[in-house]
C-alpha cells in the first residue's frame, strides 16, 4: 500500500458513487452506457474471484465486495429498474469486438495457464477497454452530461494514478507486473482525449 494506491482506490470508488447518485438522483440512465457497465461488472467478477481462497487484508477484501456490489446494482439500475431511460439506440458498440481479442490474449499471454490466472489477466486485459462503450456513445451523441464527464474524469483518475503506484512500487520493491502495467497505460491513453475536452471545457 502507498498514497498512490490508496488514492487511487479512492479515485475509482469516487467514479462509481458519482455514477451510481446521478442515476438515484435523476431517476435515469440517460447518457450512460449499459454496455460499458456490463463489462465493468465482468470485470470485477472474473478479477474477485480469489475472495474465495486468498485473503490479503480487511482492506482489499472490504474493497472488491464494494466494487462487486456496485458494479451489479449499477447493471440492475440501467436495465431493470431505469430500463425506460436507457437509451439503448445509441448503446450500440459491439462488445464481440472487445470480448473475443480480450480472452484469446488472456489466454495466450498470462502468468501461468491456470483457471483463476486466465480469469484474472481476462479482467486486466477487459479492463483497459472497458469504457469504450461509453466513449463510442458520447462521440455518436455528440454530448454527456457533466455528471457523466465528472464519472469518466474520476475513472482516469484512478488510472493515471495507479500508474503512479506501478512506478513506486518498481522503485521501492523492485515489483514489476508487465500485463497490468500495459494494459494500465493502454487505458489511460484512451482517456487522453476526454482529460482534454474534460479541462477544457
Not at 482489499?60 to 431511460?85: A, G, P, Q
Not at 469504457?131 to 456513445?137: G, K, R, S, T, V
Not at 495507479?162 to 497490468?180: K, L, P
Amino acid at each position: 500500500m502507498n498514497i498512490f494506491r490508496i488514492l487511487g482506490d479512492v479515485s475509482h470508488l469516487l467514479a462509481i458513487v458519482i455514477l451510481l447518485l446521478k442515476i438515484v438522483k435523476s431517476k435515469s440512465c440517460a447518457g450512460i452506457s449499459g454496455k460499458s457497465q456490463i463489462l465493468f461488472a465482468l470485470v470485477f467478477t472474473t478479477r474477485y474471484l480469489d475472495l474465495f481462497t486468498n485473503f490479503i487484508s480487511v482492506y482489499n477484501t472490504v474493497m472488491k465486495v464494494i466494487f462487486l456490489i456496485c458494479s451489479y446494482v449499477t447493471v440492475h439500475m440501467i436495465y431493470v429498474k431505469f430500463r425506460k431511460t436507457f437509451d439503448s439506440e445509441n448503446d450500440s458498440f459491439r462488445l464481440e469486438f472487445l470480448l473475443v481479442p480480450v480472452t484469446g490474449l488472456s489466454f495466450l499471454e498470462n502468468h501461468s495457464f491456470t483457471p483463476l490466472e486466465i480469469l484474472w489477466t481476462f479482467s486486466i486485459y477487459l479492463e483497459s477497454v472497458a469504457i469504450l462503450p461509453q466513449l463510442f456513445m458520447i462521440s455518436k451523441t455528440g454530448e454527456a452530461e457533466t455528471i457523466t464527464t465528472h464519472y469518466l474524469f474520476f475513472l482516469g483518475l484512478y488510472r493515471a494514478l495507479y500508474i503512479a503506484n506501478w512506478v513506486w512500487r518498481y522503485h521501492t520493491e523492485n515489483f514489476y507486473d508487465q500485463i497490468a502495467v500495459v494494459s494500465g497505460v493502454v487505458q489511460t491513453i484512451f482517456y487522453c482525449d476526454f482529460f482534454y475536452l474534460y479541462v477544457t471545457k
